[in-house]
C-alpha cells in the first residue's frame, strides 16, 4: 500500500506567501522526512521528525507531525522564487521487515513560488 | 565530508540494449545503498537496497538487476532494456543509526527507445 500521500499535487503562490503541504501516511512510523527536488536534480534532505516529536523547525521551516491522524505538514514560509520544486513527504515503518531502513516516497507537491 | 557519484547523466538506448548504471560513495564506510527510478511527474519507487557487499534485495519484480561488488559501489543492471524501464534512476545512500536521512546522487535519465 502507498504510504505518504501528499497533498495538494500542485500549489502555486506568490514570493512572500506561505506554503504549505499536507502528507498522510498509514503505519506506524520511526520517522518522517520532508525533500525537496528540483526539476531533472536528485532529492536533497530538508527535515526529520521523530515519531514523538510534534513540532519542528529549520530556518523558514516548519513541520508537524500528528502521528493519532497519521498526518504531517511542511509549512515554508515567506516562500521565494528559488524555493519553487517539487516536496515529498517519506516515512520509515516501524517495523521488524524494514532491516534496511526502506523509506517510502509519497507523489510529492510540485510548488510554484512566483516573483 | 560524503558524496555520492552516479553516471552517466543522461542515456538514450534502444529496446533490447543493455544496461549499466554506476553509483559511487565516497567519504563513507558501510552505507546501506538503494536505486529508484521516478517516472515523470511521480513519486519515487524503491527498486533495490543494499545492507552490504554482495546483498541485495529486490523489491518489485523487474527486468533489472542490482549488484553491490564492491562497499561502496552500486550497479543497476538490464540484460535487455523495455520501453517501460525509461525513467529517472537515482541512487542514494543511508546515514547511519539512529537517523535514517538518506542522500541522493544527481540521477541519470535515462530513455529507451
Known amino acids: 500500500s502507498q504510504q505518504g500521500e501528499e497533498d495538494p499535487q500542485a500549489l502555486s503562490i506568490q514570493e512572500g506567501e506561505n506554503a504549505t503541504m499536507n502528507c498522510s501516511y498509514k503505519?506506524?512510523?520511526?520517522?518522517l522526512q520532508w525533500y525537496r527536488q528540483n526539476s531533472g536534480r536528485g532529492l536533497v534532505h530538508l527535515i526529520l521528525i521523530r515519531s514523538n516529536e510534534r513540532e519542528k523547525h529549520s530556518g523558514r521551516l516548519r513541520v508537524t507531525l500528528d502521528t493519532s491522524k497519521k498526518s504531517s505538514s511542511l509549512l515554508i514560509t515567506a516562500s521565494r522564487a528559488a524555493d519553487t520544486a517539487s516536496y515529498f513527504c517519506?516515512?520509515?515503518?516501524?517495523?521488524?521487515?524494514?532491516?534496511?531502513?526502506?523509506?517510502?516516497f509519497g507523489q510529492g507537491t510540485e510548488l510554484s513560488v512566483k516573483p | 565530508s560524503q558524496t555520492i557519484h552516479q553516471w552517466p547523466a543522461t542515456l538514450v538506448q534502444p529496446v533490447g540494449s543493455p544496461l549499466s548504471l554506476e553509483c559511487t560513495v565516497e567519504?563513507?564506510?558501510?552505507?546501506?545503498l538503494y536505486w529508484y527510478r521516478q517516472a515523470a511527474g511521480r513519486g519515487l519507487q524503491l527498486l533495490f537496497y543494499s545492507v552490504g557487499i554482495g546483498q541485495i534485495s529486490s523489491e518489485v519484480p523487474q527486468n533489472l538487476s542490482a549488484s553491490r561488488p564492491q562497499d561502496r559501489q552500486f550497479i543497476l543492471s538490464s540484460k535487455k532494456l523495455l520501453l517501460s524501464d525509461s525513467g529517472f534512476y537515482l541512487c542514494?545512500?543511508?546515514?547511519?543509526?539512529?537517523?535514517?536521512?538518506?542522500?541522493f546522487g544527481p540521477g541519470t535519465r535515462l530513455t529507451v527507445l
Open positions: 567519504g563513507t564506510s558501510n552505507p546501506n
Open positions: 503505519t506506524s512510523i520511526n520517522n
Open positions: 517519506a516515512t520509515d515503518a516501524r517495523s521488524t521487515y524494514n532491516q534496511g531502513g526502506k523509506l517510502i
Open positions: 542514494a545512500w543511508r546515514s547511519g543509526v539512529p537517523y535514517n536521512e538518506q542522500f
